[in-house]
C-alpha cells in the first residue's frame, strides 16, 4: 500500500530559525555559519560548526544549546583552524575544515571532517580528542589531523559509528556519486599508506529525489530498529540538497533496512533558499530526546537552523518503505 502524502513524516523547522548567522565583527565568520556537529551531553547539545571568512577559508565554531533549539553560548573565537598542509589555501578558492561529523568512542571524541587546499579534491580528515578534554573545552589538545582517504580521489561526507560492530571499526563516507561502508580493524591511520577503501553500498535511486548523487548527513544513532542516519540527496530534475533517512542493521550495517522514498527535508524558505549555495539544506549533526530526533543543519550554505521529528513516526516510516 502505497503511502498517503499526508502521512510522509517531515522534519519541522524551530519557529526561530535561524538560530546562528554570520557575525560581521568576527573575520573567521563572517561571511558564512553551517553544517554543525552535534552532540548531547547531559541534557545539553553542543555544536561544533563550520564557519567561513570572506576568502572562503572554513574553520570550527562552538556553541551550545540548554534546550535543544534556542542557542544558549557561542564562542568568540574559532576552536579548531587549519593546521595541516593539505587543509592550507594553496590555490584560490575554498580551503580549511569543513562539515565535521562527531563521534563519542569510550573516552574519546573521534571527529572527521573533509580537508580541502583549494589545489587538490577534498580528502577526509580524522582528529580526535579525550572526552574529559573536549568537555573542559581544552580544544588545543585535537590531536594532529591525518588523512585517511586517498589522494586525487573526491571523498568527504565521512562518519564513524560509535562502536564496533562484529569487533572492527565502522565508517561511512563518499565517493562521488554514492555512499562508501568500510570495516576497519583499528583507527591507526598513518597519512602514507593506508586509506579508506572505495566499496559502496547505497546508491542513487533514478526518477527520485536523490537521483544525482547522495551522502551522509549525521553521524549513526543507535535506535531499537537499527542504526538511524540522516543523508542528503541531489536531484537530477533540479539540483536541489534536499534530507532522507536510512536504515541499518544493528549488527549487519552493511545490510540497508529502510530509506526514505520521499525527502523528510527540502529547502524551502528563503534562509534556505538563497545564500552562499542556493536551495540546500544539510545536517551534519542530531540528537535524540526522548521521542524526538532533533537535527541542526545548514540553509543555503550561510546560516543555521533547527529542525525536529517524532523519532517512532520517521522509524515507522523507514520500516514501511523498505530498502
Request: glycine share 8%; net charge neutral; with cysteine.
Amino acid at each position: 500500500m502505497k503511502a498517503r502524502t499526508q502521512d510522509r513524516p517531515q522534519l519541522l523547522r524551530y519557529a526561530k530559525n535561524p538560530v546562528l548567522e554570520p557575525i560581521a565583527e568576527h573575520s573567521w565568520e563572517d561571511k558564512a555559519v553551517f553544517n554543525p556537529a552535534a552532540i548531547d551531553v547531559d541534557g545539553k547539545t553542543l555544536l561544533l560548526y563550520r564557519a567561513m571568512s570572506q576568502d572562503d577559508t572554513s574553520v570550527f565554531g562552538y556553541a551550545e544549546s540548554k534546550n535543544g533549539f534556542r542557542i544558549s553560548r557561542r564562542l568568540k573565537e574559532p576552536v579548531y583552524i587549519p593546521r595541516a598542509p593539505f587543509e592550507q589555501k594553496n590555490a584560490p578558492g575554498n580551503s580549511g575544515c569543513e562539515d565535521p561529523r562527531l563521534t563519542r568512542f569510550d573516552d574519546t571524541y573521534y571527529m572527521l571532517y573533509t580537508a580541502v587546499d583549494a589545489a587538490s579534491p577534498p580528502r577526509v580528515a580524522l582528529s580526535m580528542i579525550a572526552t574529559d578534554d573536549f568537555l573542559a573545552e581544552r580544544f588545543d589538545r585535537f590531536s594532529y589531523p591525518v588523512l585517511i582517504s586517498p589522494p586525487g580521489i573526491d571523498d568527504k561526507d565521512a562518519c564513524l559509528f560509535p562502536e564496533k560492530i562484529g569487533g572492527k571499526y565502522v565508517i561511512l563516507h563518499r565517493i562521488q556519486p554514492s555512499i562508501d561502508i568500510n570495516f576497519l580493524d583499528d583507527l591507526a591511520f598513518d597519512g602514507t599508506a593506508r586509506y579508506l577503501m572505495h566499496r559502496p553500498f547505497i546508491f542513487p535511486r533514478r526518477g527520485m529525489w536523490d537521483s544525482r548523487k547522495i551522502g551522509i548527513n549525521t553521524a549513526p544513532l543507535r535506535t531499537t530498529a537499527g542504526w538511524l542516519i540522516l543523508y542528503h540527496g541531489v536531484s537530477e530534475y533540479d539540483g536541489h540538497y534536499r534530507v532522507g533517512a536510512i536504515l541499518l542493521d544493528l549488527e549487519h550495517p552493511e545490510r540497508i533496512i529502510g530509506r526514505s522514498r520521499h525527502p523528510l527535508f527540502s529547502p524551502e524558505t528563503d534562509y534556505e533558499r538563497i545564500g552562499v549555495v542556493p536551495n540546500v539544506v544539510f545536517p551534519c549533526g542530531a540528537v535524540i530526546r526522548g521521542k524526538q530526533l532533533i537535527t541542526y543543519y545548514g540553509g543555503a550554505d550561510r546560516v543555521i537552523g533547527v529542525a525536529s521529528i517524532s523519532l517512532p513516526k520517521v522509524l515507522k516510516s523507514l520500516l514501511r518503505d523498505g530498502s
